[in-house]
């Protein structure tokens, strides 16, 4: 049984990259940050999520890189969480600069201190045009980095990388995993506001699927 680490935000995505490790016969290990984002209530489902499931699970904080980091909607109250469909002018505000690459060489520390061989993240193919820490080629350089990066080389492994979002979510009704255990929302308030273009995301992911959302949505 191999030893892996999964950067688990609590989101749809990386709930079903945790659950295919599980499937696939892992020893999971998951990993959540507290970069200072706006829907933080994603760490508190994390945590649910994986007390469930049983799964090992650190929160870090790491809000202080906010110091040096500027310009995300998702870490700023000052800037409008863009609303609607998928934009690549519109979603720019939600890149947080270098934010995959932060997460990855933590995560890869810890997976070198657990003796771990993979560090598994939920990029896809819907976020190749907006978020340039999920495309192919960085998956790629970031993976031969660390494979020499320390004395122990670390796959990372992305298992949807070329699916979008519907696609995830198939793979995940085909586990019958209960998606009222993920958050997704921008706005971390009582309920999905189904109206930021995360929550209109999830929600035509799942038309596509033929099947409901079970979270609760303000509208």
């Not at 060489?105 to 999920?134: F, K, N």
């Not at 696609?167 to 009704?173: M, S, T």
Request: proline share 4%; aromatic share 8%; glycine share 6%.
């Amino acid at each position: 049984m191999a030893k892996v680490v999964v950067i688990y935000s609590g989101g749809m995505d990386s709930f079903t990259v945790l659950n295919r490790a599980l499937r696939d016969g892992h020893d999971v290990y998951a990993l959540s940050f507290n970069y200072g984002q706006r829907h933080v209530k994603e760490l508190e489902v994390a945590a649910q999520a994986t007390a469930k499931l049983g799964v090992p699970h650190k929160i870090v904080d790491i809000t202080s890189i906010n110091s040096l980091l500027a310009g995300s909607s998702l870490t700023s109250t000052e800037i409008a969480i863009p609303e609607g469909e998928y934009q690549e002018d519109s979603m720019k505000s939600t890149v947080v600069p270098n934010r995959n690459m932060i997460l990855l060489s933590l995560a890869i520390g810890y997976a070198v201190s657990l003796e771990a061989s993979a560090v598994y993240y939920g990029a896809h193919s819907g976020d190749h045009a907006i978020y340039p820490d999920c495309r192919p080629e960085f998956v790629k350089r970031m993976n031969e980095v660390s494979q020499i990066a320390n004395y122990e080389p670390i796959d990372i492994a992305v298992p949807y990388l070329d699916s979008d979002k519907a696609g995830i979510l198939a793979d995940g009704l085909s586990m019958n995993l209960d998606y009222s255990d993920t958050w997704t929302c921008y706005n971390g308030r009582d309920k999905a506001c189904g109206k930021c273009s995360a929550c209109v995301e999830r929600l035509e992911a799942f038309a596509a699927n033929h099947c409901r959302d079970p979270l609760a949505y303000e509208d």
